[in-house]
């Protein structure tokens, strides 16, 4: 489990990382993921942001290291669930499999920026996203710190 406090004010809604996230979006897909906001700062504007936006770690088993309000609602997962929580487990076991080949695929390509799967949230509400992009995050050296995905297209399913 990480501790990082919950996106506020006093951490800047931890926008250097959200920079970190939107900056490797912009290079690979050559586009920004959103216009920033004059009257917001950009940490606090994409955590409240109706898009979900997640990440996760290097680690052999990745964990979350960001997740927005957005995302936080649609899995119902509060900032202290979801932080540190094996990324895996997004899925139901049974869609783990087509997960993990979609990770393999972003890892080699970069990026993807048509998918769709099926997501579990704690209450075992499973709901399918649609269009997502998922892409690897670099830091400022071009080193790779993980991965991000964005969506605003989701529906639940029965």
Not at 93 to 105: A, D, T
Not at 123 to 140: C, K, P, T
Request: net charge negative; charged share 20%; with cysteine.
């Amino acid at each position: 489990m990480l501790d990082l406090p919950v996106p506020s004010q006093e951490n800047d809604f931890y926008e250097t990382h959200i920079q970190l996230l939107l900056q490797s979006y912009q290079q690979l897909l050559g586009k920004p993921l959103l216009e920033q906001s004059a009257s917001m700062a950009l940490g606090r504007q994409v955590y409240e942001a109706d898009f979900a936006l997640l990440s996760h770690d290097t680690a052999a088993d990745p964990v979350f290291n960001y997740a927005n309000r957005t995302a936080q609602d649609l899995f119902e997962l509060s900032w202290p669930e979801f932080i540190g929580m094996p990324s895996r487990l997004s899925a139901e076991p049974v869609n783990r499999e087509e997960r993990e080949r979609l990770l393999n695929q972003v890892t080699s390509r970069g990026y993807i920026d048509n998918y769709s799967g099926i997501r579990i949230a704690k209450s075992g509400q499973r709901f399918l996203i649609e269009r997502a992009v998922v892409w690897n995050v670099h830091d400022s050296a071009q080193r790779y710190v993980g991965q991000a995905a964005c969506f605003s297209d989701w529906r639940l399913l029965p």
